[in-house]
Every structure is written in structure tokens, then in C-alpha cells.
């Protein structure tokens, strides 16, 4: 698959394209292009978690600490059944927060007869 080009990329391309050719007002081109790259590089730089990403951050440390208390394989409702701070949130986010952590590699997920059991990695 194709890496899909950034409005940076696009920029920087067009810089290249002004400086090939000749044109009235290069420079004031080249500046603007310049310009919008500085705005697009300082708008990536200031972007921090949202207040559902930190709360998730939060939910995923309750969850590790919940697996780390049961110390076996568990279903996502025996999860909720095993504490009271796991049985405060939904099956379906639960289920989806360990799925973020499977796929950062904390959290083993083993499927037997259909079911999902969750332990720690």
C-alpha cells in the first residue's frame, strides 16, 4: 500500500516546482510555502491526548492491576465480576480497551471454544 502524501509533503513539492521555474514572485511563493509548513509543523507539535484518551490511559492501568489481582485467564465479564472498579464500566469498552492493549503487547488474549480469556503478557 502507497503511503498517502501529508499537506507537508504537497507543500515541500511545490516548493520544489516554484524553485525549478521561473515565475513572478518566487520569492513571496517560496515564503508562503514556507510559511504554511511552519503553521502545519507547530499545530503537530501542540496536539496532546484528549480527555477520553487520558481517561482510557487511566482504565487500561485499573484493567492491568485487576489481571495482576485475578492471576489466571479471565473473560471480560469475569473481569467486571472480579472488582468493583472494573464492574463500573462496559463490557463493550472493557472489551475494547483490552484489545488496545493486546495490540500493545501487555495483555495475551486466548480464544477457547468460542470464548475470549484475557491474562496478562
Given at each position: 500500500?502507497?503511503?498517502?502524501?501529508?499537506?507537508?509533503?504537497?507543500?515541500?513539492?511545490?516548493?520544489?516546482?516554484?524553485?525549478?521555474?521561473?515565475?513572478?514572485?518566487?520569492?513571496?511563493?517560496?515564503?508562503?510555502?514556507?510559511?504554511?509548513?511552519?503553521?502545519?509543523?507547530?499545530?503537530?507539535?501542540?496536539?496532546?491526548?484528549?480527555?477520553?484518551?487520558a481517561e482510557n490511559e487511566n482504565i487500561m492501568a485499573e484493567i492491568l492491576v485487576a489481571l495482576?489481582?485475578?492471576?489466571?485467564?479471565?473473560?471480560?465479564?469475569?473481569?467486571?465480576k472480579s472488582s468493583d472498579a472494573m464492574a463500573a464500566y462496559s463490557n463493550q469498552k472493557l472489551?475494547?480497551?483490552?484489545?488496545?492493549?493486546?495490540?500493545?503487547?501487555?495483555?495475551?488474549?486466548?480464544?477457547?471454544?468460542?470464548?475470549?480469556?484475557?491474562?496478562?503478557?
Amino acid at each position: 500500500m502507497e503511503k498517502k502524501m501529508t499537506k507537508k509533503d504537497y507543500f515541500k513539492a511545490l516548493a520544489t516546482v516554484v524553485e525549478a521555474s521561473e515565475v513572478e514572485n518566487q520569492t513571496d511563493l517560496l515564503s508562503f510555502i514556507a510559511h504554511e509548513v511552519e503553521l502545519l509543523e507547530k499545530k503537530s507539535s501542540k496536539s496532546k491526548p484528549s480527555k477520553t484518551q487520558a481517561e482510557n490511559e487511566n482504565i487500561m492501568a485499573e484493567i492491568l492491576v485487576a489481571l495482576e489481582k485475578v492471576g489466571r485467564k479471565v473473560t471480560v465479564t469475569e473481569l467486571m465480576k472480579s472488582s468493583d472498579a472494573m464492574a463500573a464500566y462496559s463490557n463493550q469498552k472493557l472489551s475494547a480497551l483490552l484489545k488496545k492493549l493486546k495490540d500493545d503487547g501487555v495483555v495475551e488474549k486466548t480464544v477457547e471454544k468460542k470464548k475470549s480469556y484475557f491474562s496478562l503478557a
